[in-house]
């Protein structure tokens, strides 16, 4: 994942050297838990691009989302599945109620 970063943040012009570590959070937050338990059958990789957009990325530098699982792997009801991150409140925002209107994880 992170030399696949690393190709995009080069293609798009910038320093493909940045430690990730280092680029600044969006200062709001939202953590989405899961609603049941189960294996995490799909992300639909064009919405969770959509909602990071919504929330601000790419102009905004710390906007966007952490998968904290992934496809394949098991999940608790009420586990993180993503945290959402963004400099705009109102951005966060409309981020989580596209989240709410769509299924973006699909877990069964």
């Known amino acids: 994942a992170l030399k696949k970063m690393k190709e995009i943040i080069s293609a798009q012009g910038g320093n493909p050297e940045i430690d990730?570590?280092?680029i600044p959070l969006g200062r709001y937050r939202k953590i989405i838990r899961?609603?049941?338990s189960g294996l995490i059958r799909h992300v639909?990789?064009?919405?969770?691009?959509?909602i990071a957009r919504v929330a601000g990325a790419p102009l905004d530098k710390g906007a966007g989302l952490y998968l904290h699982k992934h496809r394949g792997q098991m999940v608790k009801k009420g586990e993180p599945l993503m945290t959402l991150y963004s400099n705009n409140r109102d951005r966060l925002?409309?981020?989580v109620k596209m989240l709410d209107e769509k299924k973006t994880v699909f877990v069964k």
């Open 44 to 50: 639909d990789n064009r919405l969770v691009s959509r």
């Open 93 to 95: 925002s409309f981020s």
């Open 34 to 36: 899961s609603a049941s």
């Open 20 to 22: 990730p570590d280092s």
